[in-house]
């Protein structure tokens, strides 16, 4: 079963813009994490904020945690070709096994030169 | 360090043949994972394991089996292909913690078709 559901499905911009990507949630979560994945690829972990925290921040990326309304979204700044990517928001909660992690469905970033 | 390897990347098999995927991880991690990835549906959980020698269901393990006899290695079987199967799988391993608490890491996929 899908917990998190990214919004938009696809997003496309120029080169230099900035980029938002939306997650949302159905249950009480630990802590939530956002992927890359490259076409072909596997995926590769961009950050993670716990339940506790409101935002974090990595490089030109910028990560919001609403719990209240159970969303996080994802801004990537200045953003480049090589960001072009699908990015998927993923939820750890103590509900589930050990371990695991619940992936959405994915945003499907493309940026234009 | 090669961190977490795939093998086949690819892979066609006729329906009722079986195969097995080899996934291989060198960061000593206790937990590996197995998802598959269809269009549209992001990854979904097949099978995981929290140390060598278990292994537990996850999101949706009917049609696989698999076994974790060495830290570094996860397989992944199938012992009679169909269709449905077909898609991209994707081996993770992390180090413990409750609650998916810690980053995976992925290995390359391997897209298996079942004709």
């Known amino acids: 079963s899908q917990q998190g559901e990214e919004d938009p499905q696809a997003l496309s911009i120029q080169e230099g813009e900035n980029a938002t990507m939306n997650c949302s949630y159905k249950t009480s979560i630990n802590n939530l994490q956002w992927y890359r994945q490259n076409s072909g690829r596997g995926l590769v972990h961009l950050i993670l904020?716990?339940?506790?925290?409101r935002e974090k921040h990595s490089g030109r990326l910028r990560v919001t945690l609403d719990t209240s309304k159970k969303s996080s979204s994802l801004l990537i700044t200045a953003s480049r070709a090589a960001d072009t990517a699908s990015y998927f928001c993923a939820t750890g909660s103590y509900g589930g096994s050990q371990g695991n992690l619940i992936f959405g469905k994915g945003t499907k970033l493309s940026v234009k030169p | 360090n090669a961190g977490v390897t795939q093998t086949p990347k690819f892979r066609v098999l006729k329906t009722g043949q079986s195969m097995t995927l080899l996934c291989a991880q060198d960061?000593?991690?206790?937990?590996m994972y197995w998802y598959r990835q269809d269009p549209g549906m992001g990854l979904r959980l097949i099978h995981y394991s929290v140390g060598e020698g278990t292994t537990a269901k996850g999101e949706v393990p009917d049609g696989y089996n698999v076994s974790r006899l060495k830290k570094q290695n996860f397989l992944l079987g199938l012992e009679s292909a169909a269709p449905s199967q077909t898609s991209v799988y994707f081996c993770?391993?992390?180090?413990?913690?409750?609650?998916?608490?810690?980053?995976?890491?992925f290995g390359p996929g391997t897209r298996l078709t079942v004709l």
């Open positions: 993770a391993s992390s180090v413990p913690g409750l609650a998916g608490y810690n980053e995976q890491f």
């Open positions: 904020i716990r339940s506790n925290e």
């Open positions: 960061m000593n991690h206790e937990y």
